[in-house]
């Protein structure tokens, strides 16, 4: 079925600990989107990449870094967990500008951090 | 950011019953998009309604945006059991903000 594949599902890091979600989408969307969802917050924007070969800033990108590795694929990078970054993430894709339909979301990565 | 509000928190209806849940936005969008979320999975998304638009239907789905008050409402009818999830409201552009969401439980 098309639509957004994140990996891993569950992940518990300790602190300190570094890792990479990964998440690939197969609707050939040009933008691809890294959120983070915690309690009580609803959905906050990481980082975003527009298109191919951007990648921007969104709310709450200390402590992240992204990769768009191409059209299909962007990775959302911790360098040092830290238990602040407890929550659960979700990448989403959609088509690029202002008239965009909806975005698809993938199923979530749940990441504790000890 | 254009951050979508809903309103309320919380709501628990009877199946059958109707829910309707509000969206407050604060500044001009081109765009309003409803999501439901279930417990433990991703976000779907159910309707867009455009800035020039005042309401739009999809199965039991009825949404209407007022552009002169920033807000839009969702209304389900004839709720499920398979309702229940947590509902939010998105603005606009490439890169959509979302609010805390309202969780619906449907009572059967």
């Known amino acids: 079925n098309a639509g957004v594949t994140q990996t891993p599902k569950f992940q518990v890091l300790k602190t300190g600990q570094s890792m990479t979600l990964q998440c690939a989408q197969d609707?050939?969307?040009?933008?691809m989107y890294w959120y983070r969802q915690d309690p009580g917050m609803g959905l906050r924007l990481i980082y975003y990449s527009a298109s191919e070969g951007t990648t921007d800033k969104g709310e709450v990108p200390n402590g992240y870094n992204v990769s768009r590795l191409n059209k299909r694929e962007f990775s959302l990078r911790l360098e040092s967990a830290a238990p602040s970054q407890t929550s659960v993430y979700f990448c989403?894709?959609?088509?690029?500008?202002?008239?965009?339909?909806?975005?698809?979301f993938g199923s979530g990565t749940r990441l504790t951090v000890v | 950011s254009q951050q979508g509000e809903e309103d309320p928190q919380a709501l628990s209806i009877q199946e059958g019953e109707n829910a309707t849940m509000n969206c407050s936005y604060k500044t001009s969008i081109n765009n309003l998009q409803w999501y439901r979320q279930n417990s433990g999975r991703g976000l779907v998304h159910l309707i867009l309604?455009?800035?020039?638009?005042r309401e739009k239907h999809s199965g039991r789905l009825r949404v209407t945006l007022d552009t002169s008050k920033k807000s839009s409402s969702l209304l389900i009818t004839a709720s499920r059991a398979a309702d229940t999830a947590s509902y939010f409201c998105a603005t606009d552009g490439y890169k959509l903000s979302f609010g805390a969401g309202t969780t619906v439980t449907v009572r059967a």
């Open positions: 989403a894709s959609s088509e690029y500008g202002l008239l965009a339909y909806g975005y698809t």
């Open positions: 609707m050939n969307h040009n933008s």
């Open positions: 309604i455009r800035s020039n638009e």
